[in-house]
């Protein structure tokens, strides 16, 4: 098992405590390793040699939020960080030999397919391990559903979806390790897109396209 601090900001603490809370689950039987997510701006030197030390005593992962490296969007969403940020932070974790997974948001407000397509070649000339892609959700009682509601912005179709992750994976390294291409949320709470809720199609209609295109993860990278 790897033990999976994925909610919420999981650096956000003092080193020590946090150190004891990757620990407690370290030893558990069966646990070979972590996967750390946290934010590009919540990763002081102390954190940082910390899971450095980690790093080198066990299997570990650390999953940096991006989002978008365009700084426009990074504003209109609040991130309260930017691409550089994220640049910094990936440098200062491959420095002590850290894997690390960006996740990235398809769908955005405002942003265009180049500009998504934009931030994944980035991405696909950096030194990133790993990645997780996640379609926008529209969540009940957030500022992103008032924003919906007011008409402006328009979810991505699952077909759109579906196009723009195997473009994705297309000019991505044949190395980088896919962690998700999809993601679903509480029925209850989401607005949409409802076809989200439909895991298996999406992740059937990857495939599909993948063959229809006859193509592959790395075919189009010009690294």
């Known amino acids: 098992y790897i033990g999976y601090f994925q909610a919420f900001t999981n650096t956000y603490a003092p080193a020590r405590y946090l150190r004891q809370l990757y620990d407690s689950i370290l030893k558990e039987n069966g646990v070979v390793g972590i996967s750390v997510a946290t934010r590009p701006d919540c990763l002081p030197d102390d954190i940082l040699d910390m899971l450095g030390e980690i790093n080198r005593e066990t299997y570990l992962w650390v999953e940096l939020g991006l989002q978008t490296l365009h700084q426009s969007t990074a504003r209109l969403m609040n991130l309260g960080y930017d691409g550089s940020d994220f640049v910094q932070a990936l440098k200062a974790l491959r420095q002590r030999g850290i894997r ?122 010009n690294g």
């Open 100 to 221: 690390v997974c960006p996740h990235i948001i398809l769908g955005l407000p405002g942003e265009t397919y180049d500009m998504m397509m934009e931030t994944a070649r980035a991405l696909s000339l950096l030194d990133i391990q790993g990645i997780k892609m996640h379609l926008l959700h529209v969540m009940r009682e957030t500022n992103l559903a008032l924003m919906y509601e007011r008409g402006e912005f328009e979810l991505l179709t699952q077909d759109e979806y579906v196009s723009l992750v195997v473009d994705i994976l297309e000019i991505l390294p044949p190395p980088v390790v896919i962690h998700r291409v999809t993601g679903d949320s509480p029925r209850e709470a989401l607005i949409g897109p409802e076809w989200s809720l439909r895991k298996w199609e999406v992740l059937n209609g990857i495939d599909k396209e993948l063959l229809r295109r006859d193509t592959w993860q790395g075919k189009l990278f």
